[in-house]
């Protein structure tokens, strides 16, 4: 059973940057693709990035791309979204989740384990 911990969310203003952590216990790290998932108020959970084990390969969503970086460190069990340019629409839920398979996934359905989330709000 792996178990996932977010943080480094917060409220910041359109332009701005946060860093998200997510830290990995009970399972072994580098077995999973980690992803980063987000959902706002009203509307489905939907993939932001991902990246694979050996953190070769990432994917992002269109409306993220270029504006934040996915990257992880198997020695310390943690994988991280730096976003940068935030807009208002950036603002829900984030949640990190790992996949036990080989290749980079954007189906929720995929990944096996969650984390509870970490909230980002940003106001224009």
């Known amino acids: 059973q792996v178990q996932l911990v977010e943080s480094g969310g917060g409220l910041v203003q359109a332009g701005g940057s946060l860093r998200l952590s997510c830290a990995a216990s009970g399972g072994t790290f580098s077995f999973y693709v980690m992803g980063w998932f987000r959902q706002a108020p009203g509307k489905e959970r939907e993939f932001v990035a991902a990246?694979?084990?050996?953190?070769?390969?990432?994917k992002y969503i269109d409306s993220v791309k270029g504006r934040s970086t996915i990257s992880r460190d198997n020695g310390k069990n943690t994988v991280w979204l730096q976003m940068d340019s935030l807009r208002p629409e950036d603002t829900a839920v984030y949640y990190c989740?790992?996949?036990?398979?080989?290749?980079?996934?954007?189906?929720?359905?995929?990944?096996?384990?969650w984390g509870q989330g970490t909230q980002v709000t940003v106001s224009s």
């Open positions: 990246i694979t084990q050996s953190g070769g390969t990432t």
């Open positions: 989740a790992a996949a036990r398979r080989f290749g980079v996934t954007t189906s929720r359905n995929a990944y096996d384990y």
